[in-house]
């Protein structure tokens, strides 16, 4: 990691951008012009090499027709496994573990369905309060087609402050009538980062399967997943991974579970030389291939080649060294400049616990997000208070934190958020 020894000064962050050795790739993604983007952790943006990835799939489909599916630049018929190799040093898995499909919801339903299997007493599922609620929602509906209800079976590990969960609080909640846990790699409000091997290791000595949600890490910090002995995993890739809004998901399955039958099956989870034998049977993928269900988006799927592609050059540790670093200069300065204004920086300052964004509290802070908008600087909003700053490694400046730090102080000074009402828009 670079030296650092903090100083406020805009000098000290274009030193710090001559010495950042992921610097050229910033000049990959399209940045608009006097606009500081700060949403990466939502919405990733697009860079050269997925624009090309798709107009070559887009070529292959003028050009090929239906032939498109076995011929061009990326057969659409291996795409998914294509982007399931190409993802698998990200999450620490090999490739076989890994497939590119479904979104985040579709999946986490396919998983469910795949390995809650309540028996006995055992029959209930761990999650946390502060997940993201669309996982609790398909939770809660796999309940209900078990015949259970979710009041009573779904168990939810509190949050002692609102901001963080306690991987004791967590082990504690592992009783014997948990069935299955999934849990978040990394607190979608606070950015706090699990401890995914420690709990693992925990619900394996009590004999419950575990799955992780990675939307909020994946691209961002690296995982383990095969070697923590995870049993499954799924995520976006239109976040830390610039695929595109809407992009295709992930997500991984270990290989101990290799052969398990897909609790929602379809005909894209075959084994691809049988898949056009159109029997009534279905043969299963014999890898994490088996938990694909439909047709993949080939136009959603394209992006991503051009994606990973800059992910490989990088290299995912790399990424996450100047996250780290671009994120404590982003904390430091907050400190430094806007004391006294009623900011609390709300996400854990270790580095080992702390994701990819910052999370900023504030009482006006969807007034000021409003501002910082008006000020050419795109943050993201999650109520009722929470300021998300995300400063991606591969196209975020030193200097450009530096800016948005004192735009930050010049609204508060200045109250420039006055004029907003205090509440999000339609997509916060």
């Not at 399209?30 to 090309?52: C, F, H, Q, T, V």
């Not at 070559?56 to 990326?74: F, V």
């Not at 990424?319 to 400049?337: A, G, P, T, V």
């Not at 006294?340 to 997000?369: Q, T, W, Y």
Request: hydrophobic share 40%; charged share 25%.
């Amino acid at each position: 990691m670079l030296s650092y020894s903090f100083q406020p000064t805009v000098d000290f962050a274009q030193s710090l951008d001559q010495q950042d050795k992921l610097s050229h790739f910033r000049h990959e993604f399209y940045l608009k012009p006097n606009s500081i983007y700060m949403d990466g952790n939502s919405l990733g943006l697009l860079s050269k090499r997925a624009e090309k990835t798709l107009l070559e799939s887009l070529a292959d489909w003028k050009e090929l027709g239906i032939d498109g599916w076995t011929q061009g630049n990326h057969p659409w018929y291996f795409m998914s496994e294509k982007l399931g190799e190409m993802s698998a040093p990200i999450v620490g898995a090999s490739p076989e573990e890994v497939i590119v499909t479904g979104s985040t919801t579709v999946n986490l339903h396919q998983l469910v369905a795949s390995f809650y299997k309540p028996e006995g007493t055992r029959t209930k599922i761990l999650a946390d309060e502060l997940t993201f609620p669309s996982d609790i929602y398909a939770l809660q509906s796999q309940l209900r087609i078990h015949g259970y209800d979710p009041e009573t079976h779904l168990i939810r590990v509190k949050s002692r402050d609102g901001r963080f969960l306690e991987e004791d609080d967590i082990i504690a909640a592992m009783t014997d009538d948990i069935a299955l846990i999934v849990l978040p790699t990394v607190l979608y409000r606070s950015g706090q980062i699990l401890d995914m091997k420690r709990l693992t290791e925990e619900a394996h000595k009590r004999g419950i399967l575990i799955g992780f949600d990675g939307c909020h890490s994946v691209g961002a910090i690296p995982h383990s997943f095969s070697e923590w002995g995870v049993d499954f995993a799924y995520w976006c890739n239109y976040k830390h991974l610039n695929g595109g809004p809407g992009c295709v998901g992930g997500l991984y399955v270990n290989r101990k579970h290799f052969g398990t039958h897909p609790g929602l099956a379809g005909w894209f989870g075959s084994r691809k030389d049988k898949q056009f034998d159109m029997e009534h049977t279905l043969t299963p993928a014999e890898n994490a291939g088996a938990f694909q269900i439909g047709t993949p988006h080939v136009l959603s799927l394209a992006p991503l080649i051009g994606s990973l592609e800059i992910f490989a050059e990088a290299g995912i540790e790399n990424i996450r060294e100047k996250s780290l670093l671009i994120n404590q200069y982003l904390m430091d300065l907050i400190e430094h400049e806007l004391t006294d204004m009623g900011f609390i920086i709300g996400n854990p300052r270790d580095d080992v616990r702390r994701g990819g964004h910052i999370s900023l509290e504030h009482k006006e802070a969807a007034r000021i997000c409003k501002s910082l908008k008006e000020n050419g600087i795109v943050p993201d909003f999650r109520a009722p208070n929470i300021i998300r700053l995300a400063p991606v490694a591969l196209y975020t400046s030193y200097e450009e934190v530096w800016k948005v730090v004192q735009t930050l102080k010049a609204i508060m000074t200045e109250k420039q958020y006055e004029k907003f009402e205090n509440e999000r828009e339609v997509v916060a």
